[in-house]
């Protein structure tokens, strides 16, 4: 699991560091604890959305951008090559997670902006969806399934 990297956030660069149920940001520890569909932060709830690189708290949008965080482990399934994940087509991980659902399989039609993959994390649902029209060509998840941040689960073309 990973417990160290750094978080870019409207353009400002922050230390992040888990421990257990603290998370310190550039040295200073908070209380976290999720529930409900909320993250507390010492105590005070917030709901938060990823959405590749961007991050809605409480209804506000913040241009993020993460660095450090560990690629995913050798010897997955249909491991893409690296340079997928910086296709358009790469549908990514934008965090760690478990697959819920996968909506498409090799070979399906798609369009821009179908969902492809329902990640959860931090007990929320994430819909990762198809950044361009095309055809799924491969899918390197499957239901109940842990992913790393950054790790290709479909590519399509």
Same mark, same amino acid.
């Given at each position: 699991? =990973?417990?160290?990297?750094?978080?870019?956030?409207?353009?400002?660069?922050?230390?992040?560091?888990?421990?257990? *149920?603290? =998370?310190? /940001?550039?040295?200073?520890?908070?209380?976290?604890?999720?529930?409900?569909?909320?993250?507390?932060?010492?105590?005070?709830?917030? $709901?938060?959305?990823? &959405?590749?690189?961007? $991050?809605?708290? *409480?209804?506000? !949008?913040?241009?993020?951008?993460?660095?450090?965080?560990?690629?995913?482990?050798?010897?997955? &399934?249909?491991?893409?090559?690296?340079?997928?994940? *910086?296709?358009?087509?790469? %549908? !990514? $991980?934008?965090?760690?997670?478990?697959? =819920?659902? %996968?909506?498409?399989?090799?070979? *399906?039609?798609?369009?821009?902006?179908? /969902? =492809?993959?329902?990640?959860?994390?931090?007990?929320?649902?994430?819909?990762?969806?198809?950044? &361009?029209?095309?055809?799924?060509?491969?899918?390197?998840?499957? +239901?109940?399934?842990?992913? +790393?941040?950054?790790?290709?689960?479909? %590519?399509?073309?």
């Amino acid at each position: 699991m =990973i417990n160290r990297f750094k978080l870019t956030l409207e353009g400002v660069a922050y230390d992040i560091e888990r421990r257990g *149920d603290l =998370i310190l /940001v550039n040295g200073q520890e908070l209380p976290v604890t999720l529930a409900a569909n909320a993250i507390h932060v010492s105590g005070n709830p917030h $709901a938060v959305e990823l &959405r590749g690189s961007t $991050a809605v708290v *409480d209804g506000i !949008t913040y241009a993020i951008e993460a660095h450090g965080l560990s690629e995913p482990k050798a010897g997955r &399934r249909k491991a893409a090559s690296a340079a997928a994940a *910086d296709e358009a087509g790469a %549908v !990514t $991980a934008i965090m760690p997670g478990l697959i =819920i659902k %996968v909506a498409k399989k090799e070979g *399906d039609k798609v369009e821009e902006g179908e /969902v =492809i993959v329902v990640l959860e994390a931090m007990k929320m649902q994430n819909e990762l969806k198809a950044k &361009r029209s095309g055809t799924v060509r491969q899918v390197n998840v499957k +239901e109940g399934e842990t992913v +790393e941040v950054r790790q290709v689960l479909a %590519v399509i073309e």
